[in-house]
Nanobody, 113 residues
């Protein structure tokens, strides 16, 4: 089965950090375009980071809203993605998904003031 499973979310104070993980099964994360997408209450989905499907860790894109604070990485050997989130603020509160042709169940990130 094709599956994505996210983990690592939680409650953190403004200015804090979290590291999200996404483990894939049924396909290789190195061979597809894959993104981190977040959905905040009352807002539409926002792509925050994207890897191209060329297997390179250098082929990354970031939304302006997270550039300089979030770092995405991909471990092809573990078939996993990661999202290191630093200097979090309340606007980062959302359900975070990894997404390719399929979506995970999401992991909740809540940032308190």
């Amino acid at each position: 089965d094709v599956q994505l499973v996210e983990s690592g979310g939680g409650l953190v104070q403004s200015g804090g950090s979290l590291r999200l993980s996404c483990t894939a099964s049924g396909f290789s994360v190195s061979s597809v375009a894959i993104s981190w997408v977040r959905k905040a209450p009352g807002k539409g989905p926002e792509r925050v980071s994207r890897f191209n499907g060329d297997g390179s860790s250098e082929s990354r894109w970031y939304a302006d809203s997270v550039k300089g604070r979030f770092t995405a990485s991909r471990d092809n050997a573990k078939n996993s993605l990661y999202l290191q989130m630093n200097n979090l603020n309340e606007e980062d509160t959302a359900l975070y998904y990894c997404s390719s042709d399929t979506w995970g169940q999401g992991t909740q990130v809540t940032v308190s003031s």
